[in-house]
């Protein structure tokens, strides 16, 4: 009913200004399918996802995956939140595998070449140091140059390590 969807159009907004999870709950218990669910179940997630409690990110990740497999305007989103909290949370390896979806996925995402860098550096922190530095070659950004001197430091090659750095600096 049009009353029903006001009354989640207005938790909805007022729920993302004051960060109000419950709020945004509620939004989303009074019209499961309305047309503001979509985006209060976004942007719940994306409050939980940060919580110090692993069950409660856990569960937070399951939902933006369901907004991902979903479809629609928020899989981008969805999927790239969802890469970076993985990461946020030293989750490195699930963080490198949701990022390289990312690109196979979004080819021509605007943060294309910024989710290529996150999956180089999950890799690298994973101490994939050869992934790492596959994904980072070929990139003209400072931070990619710094990347491929890590990685060979770290993968033992000193000499080029220093050649790169020389590069980066």
């Known amino acids: 009913s049009a009353g029903t969807d006001v009354r989640s ?10 960060s109000d999870t419950n709020l945004l709950q509620k939004c989303i218990t009074i019209e499961p399918k309305g047309r503001y669910a979509p985006y209060a179940k976004y942007a719940l997630a994306s409050e939980l996802s940060k919580s110090p409690v692993k069950s409660v990110r856990r569960q937070a990740m399951m939902v933006l995956l369901e907004l991902h497999y979903a479809g629609g305007e928020l899989a981008e989103d969805a999927l790239y939140l ?9 989750s490195y390896n699930e963080a490198s595998i949701l990022f390289r979806k990312f690109l196979n996925k979004y080819p021509k995402s ?14 690298f922190s994973a101490g994939k140091y050869a ?10 950004t400072e931070e990619a140059a710094y990347l491929l001197a890590s990685a060979a430091y770290a993968s033992g090659d000193l000499k080029g390590a220093a050649l790169k750095m020389r590069e980066y600096l």
């Open 131 to 140: 992934d790492a530095a596959s994904l980072a070659a070929g990139l003209e």
């Open 9 to 18: 159009a207005a938790l909805y907004h007022l729920g993302i200004e004051s």
């Open 82 to 90: 969802l890469a970076g909290r993985s990461y946020a949370a030293e």
């Open 110 to 123: 605007q943060r294309f070449a910024q989710a290529r860098i996150m999956a180089a550096w999950s890799d």
